[in-house]
């Protein structure tokens, strides 16, 4: 249900303005976290570029949290429910005995 409504509070969040919300923020950090191990086997050159890619992805971001430091809190907290989200649905899929 929780999932449900951060989903459906994400799409209408999108749909009002173009530059990148809270949740929109916290996604891409999420992802950035999680191909971290990938650019482990990458080259130098490669690490940079990906470095740079993710940078000029993540800018409406970082430039929205050097404005407001509620924006910041925002992103955590949407940081944290995804994390959270991952969490029990790993623990769903794989019940302790």
Do not use: H, Y
């Not at 650019?39 to 992805?57: F, M, P």
């Not at 050097?66 to 949407?78: A, G, I, L, T």
């Amino acid at each position: 249900m929780r999932k449900l409504f951060l989903i459906t509070t994400l799409i209408l969040i999108s749909c009002v303005n173009n530059s990148p919300n809270a949740c929109d923020c916290a996604k891409m950090s999420k992802e950035r976290i999680e191909g971290k191990m990938e650019t482990l086997t990458k080259s130098t050159e490669e690490q940079t570029v990906i470095s740079t890619n993710w940078e000029e992805k993540l800018a409406p971001c970082a430039k929205k949290i050097e404005e407001s430091d509620s924006f910041e809190k925002e992103v955590q907290d949407c940081l944290i429910n995804l994390f959270e989200l991952d969490n029990n649905e790993a623990l769903k899929d794989n019940p302790s005995e």
